[in-house]
Every structure is written in C-alpha cells, then in structure tokens.
C-alpha cells in the first residue's frame, strides 16, 4: 500500500488497497487512513453499482437524499450530472452535505464516471485543523453555542441540473440546529461544524453579532492552508468523512475549457450521528 498526501492540512490518495475487498480487516484499513486524513482517494477503480453500495454498507446504513432522486435500479446512489451545456456543478460553494438533517451525512463514497478534459475539481477543507487555528476570541464565543443549518428547498437542488430529478417536490425548506464544535465520535476531536451553504445564524445571538462572527468563520475555514484539491480521472473513488471537512466542486466551466462537457459522478452516503 502506497499513501501519496495531497496536502499539509488533509486528503491522500491510497494506491494498492482493492475496494471490492469489504473483509474486516480491509475495511479497518480504509476507516484508519480515513481518520486520519479526512479525505482519501483511489484511482482506476472498476467497482460496480452493487460493489459501491457494499463498500458505503460497512460504514454505516445508507442515506437516502431528501430532495434528489437515485438511481432507478440502485436507489442508493444519487447520481450527480452536469450536462454538457450547463455552467453549474452540484455542491458548488463550500458546505458539509445536509448539514441541516437532524442526523447528518457521516460519509460519502462518490466515483467518478464521466469527467470533462479539465475542470470540475473537487476541494476539501480539514475542519478540525479549521477549529484548532481558530481565533481564540471567536473561539470562545462560540464554544458552546450551536447554529441553525437550512436546508435551503428543492429548487436548490434541482432547478440549474437538467440532469437531476426532484425525489419529493412537496418538501419545503427545513432547519436543524447543531452545535458549531461538534465531536468526532471516533476520535475525539473537536471539529468546527458551521458551513457557508447551510449555517445562517447563531442560536442565542442578535443577527448582527451572528453574521459578523459567522463571515470572520467562514473566511478562516476557507483558508486554503487548510485544504486539499483532487483532480479527478474516471473511475476514481473519494470518501470523505463528512463530519471533519467541508468541501467545494469547482465549476470552472469557462468557455472552451470543459465546458461542453459531461460531468457525472455517482454519490453514495451512509448515514450519520446527531452531532455532540
Ligand atoms: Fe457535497
């Protein structure tokens, strides 16, 4: 086994580990380099449907999304598309995915099926890292407050992917309240749970406080001393443990440079904690 890091602050990419090997003591490899970089990366994985959702099975129960439709012969799989014409990328902006579910996503497993020549990489950001060089002022005025994550509707996940197809359009805009350091339930480290997409507001704070001290938040968390970038090659597979980054598609689709590209990536998600 090979650990290539992409970065100082998280992110590997793994070679010589197989993905279709779901034995224990396999999968204990997997979560351990997990762990410990936040975000892990394998290139020329062949893996089907059916062995994705048998790998995402060992970390946990899957997550069906609230608004996006799967798959219609795998359910579990949310495919992400970007059609050749569209400029937009789903998950585009810094955010932790459905951070505004009461029990929110604990990891992703997402590979990659169709990628354009250049363009549509994906960034991750180490939200403990985030939390440990966070100003010690706003640390402790935020310490043990918790924050209101929207869910923002279903025309944001919907309406700019022609590709993408409403689950339930009847579901409106939801909230959840979690506290802004939550815990890693493995490890024990604290982690900075507030995210530019979902977060509006400190719980308990006037408006103007909250958005002040949430801007100087976002702005630290976004440091890029603090991520890593994976440029993405078919078939490759990242897992991402979804409580300690947040992480940011690129849709740099400019004129010419992959833009009348196809992007499409198959996104499994297990279900998590009530952050604590
Ligand atoms: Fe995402």
């Given at each position: 086994m090979k650990v290539e890091l992409l970065s100082g602050a998280c992110g590997a990419e793994i070679t010589g580990i197989d993905l279709r090997d779901i034995s224990n003591d396999n999968i204990k490899i997997i979560k351990d380099l997990l762990f410990e970089h936040k975000v892990i990366f394998f290139r020329n994985q062949g893996i089907t449907h059916q062995e994705q959702i048998d790998l995402s099975k060992c970390f946990g129960p899957i997550e069906k999304h609230a608004y996006v439709k799967g798959l219609?012969?795998?359910?579990?799989i949310l495919r992400i598309v970007k059609e050749p014409f569209e400029k937009n990328n789903w998950g585009e902006n810094w955010h932790s995915d459905v951070s505004y579910n009461p029990e929110p996503t604990l990891a992703v497993i997402l590979k990659s099926v169709e990628i354009p020549p250049i363009g549509g990489d994906t960034m991750f950001a180490n939200m403990e890292l985030a939390w440990e060089t966070l100003d010690e002022k706003i640390k402790n005025k935020v310490r043990d407050k918790k924050a209101l994550h929207s869910s923002l509707g279903v025309a944001f996940f919907?309406?700019?992917?022609?590709g993408m197809e409403a689950?339930?359009?009847?579901l409106g805009e939801y909230s959840n309240e979690h506290p802004i350091v939550r815990t890693h339930p493995e490890t024990g480290k604290k982690i900075l749970y507030v995210n530019w997409t979902y977060t509006k507001s400190i719980i308990g704070m006037d408006k103007k406080e909250s958005d002040d001290l949430l801007t100087k938040i976002f702005k630290h968390q976004e440091r890029l001393e603090l991520t890593c970038r994976f440029k993405w090659t078919k078939n490759a597979v990242a897992i991402w443990d979804n409580r300690s980054v947040i992480h940011y598609a690129i849709?740099?689709?400019?004129?010419?440079?992959?833009?009348?590209h196809r992007r499409i990536m198959d996104r499994i998600a297990v279900r998590g904690e009530k952050p604590f």
């Open positions: 219609p012969a795998y359910p579990e919907i309406d700019n992917y022609k689950r339930d359009t009847n849709a740099d689709y400019f004129p010419n440079r992959g833009l009348e």
